[in-house]
């Protein structure tokens, strides 16, 4: 595929703002680059026809996760280095690069971005146009995302929706109150 | 750590305070409009619960965490998350009940009309109450932090 001026703009800042994060010493800088490597993704997802896994990442990665990390920052005490990288360990390095390597093997699978029929399997699969031809007339929602979560899907996401709930449960049982407050 | 510390957090502003009051009824309003229009558009209850969810941050940072604390009330709070997951849960339960599959929404359609879309909006909805009282909540919690929270239980009644 090629890549449009804007896209390969996306990427650098992504990739920029990953390595940033993983390297700036200073702790709050490391929060705001992930921040922004954050809605530098959700951006992408727009992109890519992904506009709910976008609106998600927006809010919850960009959004709700840099207060929460802020606000840890600020009951912690932050030290203070007059360096502006972390130092690398050549035993790190090995390690995240054995795991990108991995990662970037699972990278060739995938079907190519707009690939349409036989090239493209998550398309043109029996699931994916099963939902696509069924889902309106079945569930009576236009969104697709929407009808798979809520109804195709409806136990998988009492199951998430179960889990945040427990996560506020766990947060209470941790820090010893009885509300949330 | 705790108490001089983090009074330190906050910084009244004009600034903050009035930008806040001007946006957070758009983004509120925004937040309703991706929970209940997510069956036909991008959006849904995760992601309106967090829009919903950060009105409440906003407020806290224009105004201070502890000004936001007093003004949320913790029962609402509470009642949201549990009331989410039981609304879920007798959603899908009642259909079984019914004598359907788990959560089956076209067998309430004996009761109302148009019951799938119904039930697909109310199960939004709850995902959005859980999402949206369980980010408030960890704020507080954080805010609050570990030793604030062991000192005072008894303060935040």
Known sequence: MTLTLIEAALLVFVLGCALGAALLQDVLASVMAFAAYSLGVSIIWVILEAPDVGLTEAAVGAGIMTILFLLALANTVRPQEDRILERVRFRTVAFVGAFVLVMLATVPSLPAIGAEGAANPVVSGEVTQYYLANAYEQTEVHNAVTAVLAAYRGFDTLGEAVVVFSAGVAALTVLRQEVFA | ?157
């Open chain 2, 1 to 157: 750590m705790s108490g001089e510390d983090r009074t330190g957090l906050y910084v009244e502003s004009t600034i903050i305070m009035t930008t806040v009051r001007v946006v957070a009824p758009f983004v509120l309003t925004f937040a309703l409009f991706v929970m209940f229009h997510g069956a036909n558009s991008p959006g849904g209850g995760f992601q309106g619960g967090v829009i919903a969810g950060s009105v409440i941050m906003m407020l806290a940072f224009a105004y201070g965490i502890d000004s936001a604390r007093e003004w949320v009330d913790v029962r609402v709070v509470t009642a949201l998350a549990s009331g989410g997951v039981l609304l879920f849960a007798a959603i899908g339960l009642g259909t079984i009940l019914l004598g359907g599959n788990f959560l089956e929404y076209h067998l309430y359609e004996r009761f109302l009309s148009h019951a799938t879309a119904y039930g697909i909006e109310l199960v939004e909805l709850g995902i959005g109450g859980i999402v949206a009282s369980v980010a408030i909540g960890l704020f507080f919690l954080l805010a609050a932090g570990y030793g604030h929270a062991v000192d005072t239980p008894e303060a935040e009644e």
